[in-house]
């Protein structure tokens, strides 16, 4: 486990939660050097299996933003990289960041980070008390239709909108980041060759979607100060059909086990 408490402070924080990315389509593509970016930045150009908190982007976000990132698909206890401080955490060890906050971002808010986020997915689009609950987590906040799931260069967009926020950023400020990627989240036919809106979505059009991310996250990862420390993870998978499953907020493997990868960018 990485010290936190040596990074934080020292280093900008990058969280990219790949919403609904599974982790069979992000090993299968990763191994077969299918996603060169976040290959060349995985430890050993792998993702790491992770158990998730929530089978759904709000349930899943709120865990993480408390601290309770996902979790190795192994026997633990695994301790934690951020816990906020209470009575009994067994995942709190001497490399944990602990703040005295209900959520994240305010408990670095508290030490002098600007916190932003880049939402995606309808619960980042604050067109609603529901999805105002995540972004209001954070002092600075996005969202707009573009970024959303129906527009297939919504990552483009979403990272033209990083690309401001750092351009705005003080030089002595430290940033915490979350940018939800909503590319891969239904519906995604559009980025698989051929396919059709009759069609919809499937397997390979999921994975054609993470390819297309793979693309852009190079310029996301260009934009960010040295040094950074990025996560890079899904929320949830989703179902294609297993086991006459389709969608997720279910219990299948596919939509509890995310890939998950942590690196510095020095």
Same mark, same amino acid.
């Given at each position: 486990?990485?010290? !936190?408490?040596?990074?934080? *402070? ?21 191994? @077969?050097?299918? #996603?060169?970016?976040?290959?060349? &930045? ?9 158990? #998730?908190?929530? $089978? ?7 865990? !993480? ?16 990289? %951020?816990? @906020?401080?209470?009575?009994? $955490? ?6 944990? =960041?602990? %703040?005295? @906050? ?25 067109l609603s008390p529901l999805g105002s609950v995540l972004p209001g987590l954070f002092t600075e906040s996005h969202w707009e239709?573009?970024? *959303? ?5 919504s990552l483009a967009h979403q990272i033209d909108r990083v690309g401001e926020v750092m351009r705005s950023l003080p030089p002595?400020?430290?940033? %915490? ?6 590319? &891969?989240h239904q519906p995604n036919w559009f980025y698989l060759a051929g396919a059709t809106r009759d069609q919809g979505d499937s397997?390979? $059009? ?27 993870? $899904? ?20 939509? =509890? ?10």
């Amino acid at each position: 486990m990485r010290d !936190m408490k040596e990074a934080v *402070g020292t280093h900008d924080l990058l969280l990219v939660t790949l919403d609904t990315l599974r982790y069979d389509v992000a090993a299968e593509l990763a191994a @077969a050097g299918r #996603t060169p970016t976040l290959r060349g &930045l995985l430890p050993g150009g792998r993702w790491e299996r992770r158990h #998730t908190p929530g $089978s759904f982007t709000y349930a899943a976000h709120a865990a !993480m933003l408390a601290g309770f990132l996902p979790t190795p698909a192994r026997p633990g206890p695994h301790p934690r990289l %951020f816990a @906020a401080r209470f009575p009994g $955490s067994e995942t709190t060890a001497p490399g944990t =960041w602990v %703040f005295d @906050a209900p959520a994240l971002p305010a408990g670095l808010a508290k030490i002098g980070y600007h916190t932003v986020c880049v939402g995606g997915v309808g619960f980042f689009n604050k067109l609603s008390p529901l999805g105002s609950v995540l972004p209001g987590l954070f002092t600075e906040s996005h969202w707009e239709p573009r970024f *959303g799931v129906t527009d297939p260069d919504s990552l483009a967009h979403q990272i033209d909108r990083v690309g401001e926020v750092m351009r705005s950023l003080p030089p002595d400020r430290r940033l %915490f980041l979350l940018l939800n990627v909503a590319a &891969l989240h239904q519906p995604n036919w559009f980025y698989l060759a051929g396919a059709t809106r009759d069609q919809g979505d499937s397997r390979d $059009s999921h994975a054609a979607a993470l390819c297309h991310v793979d693309r852009q996250l190079g310029r996301l990862f260009a934009l960010m100060r040295r040094p950074c420390f990025v996560i890079v993870c $899904s929320d949830h998978g989703t179902a294609y059909g297993e086991d006459g499953h389709h969608g997720h907020r279910l219990g299948h493997e596919v939509v =509890w086990t995310v890939p998950y990868g942590e690196f510095v960018l020095a």
